[in-house]
């Protein structure tokens, strides 16, 4: 089983930045795949960054690409996603999320565990 602990959301201005945490615990059964996840009222949740487990492979979503990026500290069980020149439209829960990864890909689908979410809320 694993845990996931996030931290790092908050109110930011249009163009300015913040560094979302997500802490794993409990022992897996192996190495695992991290990624970033959102939804806002009215959306379907969409994934934002994933990473593979050693942090060689990473996804972005078009909408992310050049401005978020996602990276991991396996000695600290951490993954963390840098947002920057953030938009108005990237308000939205932000959702940790894990899944198992033998083969060290950076996967955007079956994902087994998840966090409480983080609110973003990008002003004007």
């Known amino acids: 089983q694993v845990q996931l602990v996030e931290s790092g959301g908050g109110l930011v201005q249009a163009g300015g930045s913040l560094r979302l945490s997500c802490a794993a615990s409990g022992r897996p059964f192996s190495r695992l795949a991290m990624g970033w996840f959102r939804q806002t009222p009215g959306k379907e949740r969409e994934v934002v960054a994933t990473?593979?487990?050693?942090?060689?492979?990473?996804y972005y979503s078009d909408s992310v690409k050049g401005r978020f990026t996602i990276s991991r500290d396996n000695a600290k069980n951490t993954v963390y996603l840098q947002m920057n020149s953030l938009k108005l439209e990237d308000t939205a829960v932000y959702y940790c999320?894990?899944?198992?990864?033998?083969?060290?890909?950076?996967?955007?689908?079956?994902?087994?565990?998840w966090g409480q979410g983080t609110q973003v809320t990008v002003s004007s």
């Open positions: 999320a894990a899944r198992f990864d033998l083969t060290d890909v950076a996967g955007i689908s079956e994902y087994a565990y």
């Open positions: 990473i593979s487990w050693s942090g060689g492979r990473t």
